[in-house]
């Protein structure tokens, strides 16, 4: 790929996920899901991680929450690890989860605490972890 709206998405990608996790991303990538891992980069990525009305600290706070009130998981400890690429701090991540424990419910910010608590161990033993 080679359109600018792929390059872009593809700079934001790796400045919010991180070189390491893009980088896997990519080896793993098959021809069965090369069209996917093309069309997240560029729509949500370079179309929509990339509009002016929202900075990426909001955008990165947001997918956290809509990843914890769905339920998906491992897309949310992702976006938690990101959070440090995107200026978001942990207690900022803790507010966000108690909205979440108002608007989705209390056992989706449950099991959301106990994924972002993880994620935070992880990353304290191994602060170079992607």
Do not use: C
């Not at 897309?75 to 991540?93: A, C, I, K, M």
């Amino acid at each position: 790929m080679t359109d600018e709206r792929y390059q872009s998405g593809m700079l934001i990608r790796r400045a919010v996920l991180g070189e390491e996790h893009v980088d896997r991303a990519q080896a793993s990538t098959t021809e069965f899901t090369r069209d996917f891992q093309e069309f997240i980069t560029r729509y949500a990525w370079g179309e929509i991680w990339s509009r002016p009305g929202l900075d990426r600290k909001t955008r990165s706070m947001l997918t956290i929450a809509i990843t914890a009130a769905l339920g998906r998981w491992e897309e949310l400890r992702l976006h938690v690890r990101g959070s440090r690429n995107t200026g978001v701090t942990r207690e900022e991540v803790r507010e966000v989860l108690m909205q979440l424990a108002i608007y989705a419910g209390v056992p989706a910010a449950n099991t959301a605490f106990a994924h972002a608590s993880a994620v935070y161990r992880e990353m304290d033993e191994d602060p170079l972890s992607p």
